[in-house]
Every structure is written in structure tokens, then in C-alpha cells.
């Protein structure tokens, strides 16, 4: 290579600088590209949540992920008396909390969300979750449990703690735990009709498909930039050099 060619491209520094650039905007805009037809997938399977009927019973954990927003009709009793306070969950940039209360059936017991509700301004004043124990019939979809983006290390409530108990993004097993009762490792979200809930407007899988989107094209933008500045720089440095 002559050192013309050379001074045209650029220190090697500055190439790699450009390729990593690159090769960074385009990961994440592909990721977000996946992400969007993930969550778009998500959406038709919400949608089409109660096309094959309502199931009867539970659903095994191992057909959780494939049976996903399918919804399920089922007899049983709530436990009033050991709910857990789905801590962090916020609604239109207010705090508060979401309900689940154990729902124990023929099959075995299942996690019901019951919705969310904001959470008062002193932490140590919970909400009134109680419900009625008396036998019913619960319909929702199947859904599965929050998870944060970064899993910080908490320190479980002691087994002595009063009910309600508030838990930061739990495990089903964590809660079983908790309950000293085995559970489904899914929940069940209340359908937005049914009695005894709080605010209730499911959306599947978080962010929705389009803002997955917009995070690609701007990633993509990135790249782009980082090209154009790199050939900038070099036709000005190529023009000045003797």
C-alpha cells in the first residue's frame, strides 16, 4: 500500500476505532431488530390468548413457556392471609406495588396478580390487599414472572415477618419459600373483569415492539455517524496533508 493510500484511510488506530464503532451500532441495532419481532410475537400470542377457549386446568411448568398469555379458568380458594407485595412496579411514573395472592386449586396452588396499586408515601404503611376466602372461579392468562433487567442481591423477608410481605422481583421459588408451599412457576394476571383486583391494563412482554425499534434505528444511526465522521476527518487530513 502506498503512502498515499495510506494517508487517505488513516492512522490504523483510527480504522479500528471506526470498525469497532461499527460493529458496536450494528450489534445492538440487530439485538433490537430480534427483540422487536420477540415482542411482536408476544403481542399475537396476547391477542389470540382466548381464541382456543379457556383451559380447565393448570398447566404443567414445563408447558408454561409455550402455553404463554393462554387463559385458564379455574376453581378454588385465594389465601388471604399470606399475599406478597410485588415491590418497584410502577404506573405512569408512580410507585407502588403489584398483588399476587396464592390461589390454591385441585392441581396445586398458582400466584394470581391481581393488579397494581399505588404505594403510600411512608414505606412502612402497606395497602389493604385482603380478599374473601370463600370458593371461586379465577380466570386469567398465563404469564411469567417479572424479571428486573439487573438482578440485584436482596435480602428475603424473615420467616417470622407479618403478611403482606413485599418482594423485589422474586422467583417462584422464592416465594415458595416464603409460603412454605410449592407453586406453579408462572402466574396467573386477573382478567381485567373479574372481582377483588386493582388496576389491571396487561401488556405483553414490556416494552412494546415499535420502541424496540426506534432503539435499532438509532443504533444504526450510530454506526452510520461514526462512518461519516471517520471519512470526514480523513478527506480534511488528506486535503491538508503536503
Request: with cysteine; glycine share 12%.
Amino acid at each position: 500500500m502506498t503512502r498515499r493510500a495510506v494517508r487517505w484511510l488513516g492512522p490504523w488506530w483510527g480504522v479500528l476505532l471506526m470498525l469497532v464503532g461499527v460493529a458496536v451500532g450494528v450489534s445492538a441495532g440487530l439485538w433490537q431488530v430480534n427483540r422487536a419481532a420477540y415482542k411482536q410475537e408476544l403481542e399475537a400470542r396476547f391477542a389470540a390468548g382466548e381464541a382456543g377457549g379457556a383451559l380447565p386446568l393448570l398447566v404443567t411448568d414445563e408447558n408454561a413457556g409455550e402455553s404463554r398469555y393462554r387463559v385458564i379458568r379455574v376453581s378454588g380458594r385465594y389465601d388471604a392471609k399470606r399475599q406478597v407485595l410485588l415491590d418497584n412496579i410502577s404506573s405512569q411514573g408512580r410507585p407502588g406495588y403489584q398483588v399476587l395472592t396464592p390461589f390454591r386449586t385441585g392441581e396445586g396452588t398458582v400466584l394470581v396478580n391481581r393488579g397494581w396499586l399505588p404505594a403510600n408515601g411512608d414505606r412502612r404503611v402497606l395497602p389493604d390487599i385482603q380478599v374473601g376466602e370463600e370458593p371461586r372461579e379465577v380466570l386469567g392468562c398465563i404469564e411469567l414472572l417479572p424479571q428486573p433487567g439487573i438482578t440485584l442481591a436482596a435480602v428475603p423477608p424473615d420467616a417470622a415477618s407479618a403478611w403482606p410481605r413485599r418482594l423485589l422481583f422474586p422467583t417462584a421459588a422464592q416465594v415458595s419459600a416464603q409460603l412454605g408451599t410449592s407453586l406453579r412457576s408462572y402466574q396467573l394476571l386477573l382478567d381485567p373483569s373479574a372481582p377483588d383486583g386493582y388496576q389491571r391494563a396487561w401488556q405483553p412482554g414490556g416494552m412494546g415492539p415499535d420502541r424496540h425499534r426506534g432503539y435499532a434505528v438509532q443504533w444504526f444511526g450510530l454506526a452510520l455517524t461514526v462512518v461519516v465522521i471517520y471519512l470526514v476527518l480523513v478527506i480534511r487530513n488528506g486535503k491538508q496533508a503536503p
